[in-house]
């Protein structure tokens, strides 16, 4: 099985000089993948460097956490990727050439109808970014693979980025924003003249690698502990017929060469040389952890690894780098489609910025600790925006555990009004807006912005329901009181109001995504 075959040929060609887009990419990673997909199916026109000729090899960061899952979802590409992957098996400690101990260190959770992926799930980050490129080419979307960002500019209109390819082709293109998602080093974090700054990690360096082995079962993750050296650990690769190595021997300083994968292997583990078939990649980890102080620098964006980086520990990377893009692309959409204000824009920096810092920390702190054992804590279904500028909360009456605006809208099996089978993320799956009213609230959907691609009303329970609660998941999820809650085409609730001039508050709490004057009731 030969890692990430989609190579420049198959991606998107060389634009003329001068045109332009309305956002520019620069890198396809995770990160510039998912901005892709949630821009183009949004209509918005977008242009996705990437400097390499392919899509990077690699497992890397194999976990999937539920709430990204969730993300997956709405974007179209969870059951591909589902598909793909898997759940990480037990870990089996080995002493003296024969497992000593076995342990579940990923806590298993059952799902719930409020959460239906429960699981962190193991995908090797070549398949995951593979699945996002197919997904993107679905929607009509492509990658420049090949191609550089090397310098751009900025004005009060746009960006003037200029592109290099590696045959020495060079391009001018204009867009009116660029997000840079080029990674830890990344060209444009540099080119704005930020810095990271973060907590410090001990120094040392990881081998990763991803190989064939012989005579190793499948059914657990493997670890050998090397008293005040390190560890090695092989974990099996999810859909694939090889293991992910860490090999962290803090006393000596690795390559990358198949001979030296084998030799460490050979040295550290039970394993005989010949019993690694093969070293399908290999690379160097140095532990880093810090982020940058802002995430726009005027019409320039950073999310994913160009705006922070952590430790691997807590599988919270990936998935913080995919939730940045899926803040970011409907608020783009929402200003380059729907004429909303481009002040819209800043409230990603203010909703993503202090994620990013709380789970640098517990990444940070399970580092340290050297605990491998992960729990639910690490699932970020429990991120939330309660001090968004966007968050508004008008009930008085909320009952401990009911969600409040700001948080993440939970899921419910329900049916429709003819009792077909259907759940509340089927209404929320798209780039719009979804308005829930919950027993009737009268809210006036005439007095509301009829563009379903904008918003769609969902009423369920009152005299004409939408959707039918008949065994009260909607009810255990968000509460027994009638409301009014607005859902952002991310899946948090942007407004939680009680029935009393709920239409007047919708439209009020619209105006921030439309701008002035564009809801009727507010005219």
């Not at 109808?113 to 080419?137: D, K």
């Not at 050296?229 to 974990?235: P, Y």
């Not at 909303?340 to 920390?361: F, K, N, Q, S």
């Amino acid at each position: 099985m030969e890692l990430n075959t989609v190579k420049d040929a198959f991606g998107a060609a060389l634009p003329d000089d001068g045109t332009t887009f309305d956002v520019l990419i620069a890198g396809a990673g995770p990160t510039g993948l998912a901005l892709a997909i949630d821009l183009t199916r949004r209509g918005v026109r977008t242009l996705l460097v990437e400097r390499q000729d392919r899509l990077s090899p690699g497992a890397r960061g194999t976990g999937v956490q539920p709430r990204t899952q969730e993300v997956y979802d709405d974007l179209g590409v969870l059951d591909a990727v589902r598909a793909a992957g898997g759940r990480y098996p037990h870990t089996a400690w080995w002493e003296n050439g024969r497992i000593a101990k076995v342990a579940e260190m990923i806590e298993q959770v059952d799902p719930t109808p409020a959460v239906p992926h429960s699981n962190t799930l193991m995908v090797p980050q070549f398949r995951n970014v593979e699945l996002l490129y197919e997904r993107l080419q679905e929607l009509g979307g492509d990658v420049l693979f090949d191609t550089e960002l090397t310098s751009f500019d900025q004005d009060s209109t746009g960006v003037t980025a200029r592109l290099r390819r590696a045959d020495g082709a060079e391009r001018t293109v204009r867009g009116a924003y660029l997000v840079a998602s080029d990674g830890g080093r990344s060209t444009v974090r540099r080119a704005l003249g930020l810095t990271m700054s973060g907590p410090s990690l001990a120094p040392g360096a990881v081998l990763l690698a991803d190989v064939r082995v012989s005579g190793l079962d499948r059914d657990h993750w493997h670890r050998w502990e090397l008293p005040d050296v390190g560890f090695v650990a092989l974990l099996p690769l999810a859909g694939t017929d090889y293991f992910q190595t860490f090999i962290a021997i803090f006393t000596e300083e690795p390559d990358t060469s198949p001979e030296t994968v084998r030799a460490r292997l050979a040295a550290h583990t039970h394993l005989a040389p010949e019993q690694i078939d093969e070293v399908l990649w290999a690379s160097i980890y140095r532990p880093k952890a810090g982020m940058v102080d802002t995430y726009r620098t005027g019409r320039v964006f950073l999310a994913g690894d160009a705006a922070h980086i952590h430790s691997p520990a807590g599988g919270q990377g990936l998935n913080t780098s995919v939730q940045d893009a899926y803040n970011l692309g409907w608020k783009l959409g929402q200003v380059l489609r729907h004429g909303a204000p481009d002040t819209l824009l800043d409230t990603y920096d203010a909703e993503r910025r202090p994620i990013a810092e709380h789970i640098l920390d517990t990444s940070t702190r399970l580092h340290r600790s050297g605990n491998w054992r992960r729990g639910r804590d690490l699932h970020q279904l429990g991120i939330g925006y309660p001090d968004s500028p966007l968050t508004r909360e008008l009930r008085t009456d909320l009952a401990e555990g009911t969600p409040a605006a700001g948080d993440r809208a939970p899921d419910a099996p329900c049916t429709t009004a003819d009792g077909t089978p259907t759940r509340l993320f089927d209404a929320f799956r798209g780039p719009h807006f979804t308005l829930l009213d919950l027993g009737g609230t009268g809210v006036d959907n005439s007095a509301l912005p009829a563009d379903p691609a904008l918003l769609r009303l969902v009423r369920v329970g009152g005299p004409t329901p939408d959707l039918i609660d008949a065994d009260g998941h909607i009810r255990d999820a968000y509460g027994p009181h009638s409301a009014v809650l607005l859902i952002r085409p991310d899946g948090y609730l942007a407004l939680a109001a009680p029935p009393e001039d709920a239409t007047a508050q919708v439209a009020a709490a619209l105006e921030t995504y439309l701008g002035a004057g564009a809801v009727p009731a507010a005219r």
